[in-house]
């Protein structure tokens, strides 16, 4: 259970720093987009599950949690910022 969360943490992490290079990003630093990233995995995991477009082992994870956080890092940039 807790090995669960520590890799969907560490994929979240990761997904926000590719995203924040996706997205060419300026949110202010490497741990925002960390942040953006983890919490972008969430949401957009819930969101495709609710959509029945589930994500399979941590590719597939890695995957929805990156447009997760290109989402975020979007709005981050274009509504929360202004």
């Known amino acids: ?21 996706i ?18 995995g969430f949401v957009a995991g819930l969101i495709f599950g609710l959509l029945g477009l589930g994500a399979g082992g941590y ?6 949690s990156t447009v ?3 989402g975020l890092i979007y709005l981050w940039k274009n509504v929360l910022k202004k």
């Open 1 to 21: 259970m807790i090995i669960n969360l520590i890799i969907g943490l560490a994929i979240g992490g990761l997904a926000g720093f590719v995203a924040g290079k």
């Open 23 to 40: 997205m060419n990003s300026n949110t202010g630093s490497i741990l925002m987009n960390i942040i953006l990233g983890v919490v972008g």
């Open 59 to 64: 590719i597939g994870t890695f995957v929805v």
């Open 68 to 70: 997760g956080a290109c």
